[in-house]
């Protein structure tokens, strides 16, 4: 996978600088969420139902992210899952997500981490050009990152993609919304694809799914519903690693839906998936 072209940066910056600051955000948060994670968590808020839980640790995560970008990049924008938007004048936006993966936070699975990514041009997924980006997993200290044109790396050592030689021979990855309209669309869909892969895992942190496939972990992920904190970080690992990240019809990866994998495996899939309306343009769009 050829990486994007690399847009002008500010002055004396770097994607190097910018990664490593991104890891040591990541691994600073994370230390935070895992030291102060009581035996007991609490919901403090939902957000698109009910069923999506906001802890008090995702908004500390998240203040601790923005009061460290604010003391090292003054004059970057940031976009958190959690707290307001902040403008910026340096042309990068800081994209977070200081929970990826709240719900199993909040049972204790393990499978959650820090995201944080940084970006060039409007923060808009469709539109900008992720330079760097690092994902945390909190539970168990895996770390991986990456810069345009660096590659990606999982606790130092170089990752990529698995090799797997069809979607049949395939472990593939992918998450639910939390919409009981959309969940039961997506079982419509998943029901599909299903026959024909080896079979699926579906691990409840987009960020870590990514990475997963990044490092042939899994071979191939879609998910429709990713918001730009969830992806950001973990689709520059994957792209980095040597994956195509994507849409259907044509269209970039988003929320209408995000598939990643090697290339042949990706054109199968997304075959699959559009046959399929899994992103639904052919329906009515549910919030």
Same mark, same amino acid.
């Given at each position: 996978?050829? *990486?994007?072209? %690399?847009?002008?940066?500010?002055?004396?910056?770097?994607?190097?600088? /910018?990664?490593? !600051?991104?890891?040591?955000?990541?691994?600073?948060?994370?230390?935070?969420?895992? $030291?102060?994670? &009581?035996?007991?968590?609490? +919901?403090?808020?939902?957000?698109? *139902?009910? #069923?999506?839980? #906001?802890?008090?640790?995702?908004?500390?995560?998240?203040?601790?992210?923005? $009061?460290?970008?604010?003391?090292?990049?003054?004059?970057?924008?940031?976009?958190?899952? =959690?707290?307001?938007?902040?403008?910026?004048?340096?042309?990068?936006?800081?994209? !977070?997500?200081?929970?990826?993966?709240?719900?199993?936070?909040?049972?204790? #699975?393990?499978?959650?981490?820090?995201?944080?990514?940084? +970006?060039?041009?409007?923060?808009?997924?469709?539109?900008?050009?992720?330079?760097?980006?690092?994902?945390?997993?909190?539970?168990?200290?895996?770390?991986?990152?990456?810069? /345009?044109?660096?590659?990606?790396?999982?606790?130092?050592?170089?990752?990529?993609?698995? *090799?797997?030689?069809?979607?049949?021979?395939?472990?593939?990855?992918?998450?639910?919304?939390?919409?009981? $309209?959309?969940?039961? @669309? @997506?079982?419509?869909?998943?029901? @599909?694809?299903?026959?024909?892969?080896?079979?699926?895992?579906?691990?409840?942190?987009?960020?870590?799914?990514?990475? %997963?496939?990044?490092?042939?972990?899994?071979?191939?992920?879609?998910?429709?519903?990713?918001? &730009?904190?969830?992806?950001?970080?973990?689709? +520059?690992?994957?792209? $980095?690693?040597?994956?195509?990240?994507?849409?259907?019809?044509?269209?970039?990866?988003?929320?209408?839906?995000? #598939?990643?994998?090697?290339?042949? %495996?990706?054109? @199968?899939?997304?075959?699959?998936?559009?046959?399929?309306?899994?992103?639904?343009?052919?329906?009515? =769009?549910?919030?």
């Amino acid at each position: 996978m050829i *990486s994007p072209a %690399l847009p002008e940066l500010p002055d004396g910056v770097t994607v190097t600088a /910018l990664r490593d !600051l991104a890891v040591r955000l990541a691994t600073a948060a994370g230390a935070l969420v895992r $030291e102060g994670r &009581p035996d007991r968590v609490v +919901v403090a808020a939902t957000k698109s *139902s009910e #069923v999506d839980p #906001v802890t008090v640790m995702d908004r500390a995560s998240e203040e601790l992210l923005r $009061e460290m970008i604010a003391a090292e990049r003054p004059d970057d924008a940031i976009m958190g899952e =959690e707290g307001d938007d902040v403008p910026g004048t340096s042309g990068l936006t800081w994209v !977070l997500d200081p929970i990826d993966g709240t719900v199993n936070y909040l049972y204790g #699975v393990a499978s959650w981490a820090v995201s944080v990514a940084v +970006v060039a041009g409007p923060p808009e997924p469709a539109t900008w050009t992720v330079l760097a980006g690092c994902v945390h997993s909190v539970a168990d200290g895996r770390t991986w990152s990456a810069g /345009l044109g660096e590659g990606a790396t999982r606790d130092g050592t170089p990752v990529h993609v698995g *090799s797997a030689t069809s979607l049949g021979a395939s472990l593939l990855g992918t998450g639910f919304g939390y919409d009981a $309209e959309r969940r039961a @669309q @997506q079982g419509r869909v998943l029901a @599909q694809v299903l026959p024909r892969i080896r079979d699926i895992r579906r691990l409840g942190s987009a960020a870590i799914d990514l990475c %997963l496939l990044a490092d042939g972990s899994i071979d191939v992920y879609y998910e429709r519903g990713l918001n &730009p904190w969830d992806m950001a970080a973990g689709a +520059v690992v994957a792209t $980095e690693a040597g994956a195509v990240v994507t849409g259907l019809r044509g269209g970039p990866a988003g929320n209408a839906m995000t #598939v990643a994998g090697p290339a042949d %495996l990706v054109a @199968q899939l997304a075959e699959i998936l559009e046959a399929a309306d899994a992103d639904g343009a052919g329906l009515a =769009e549910i919030p």
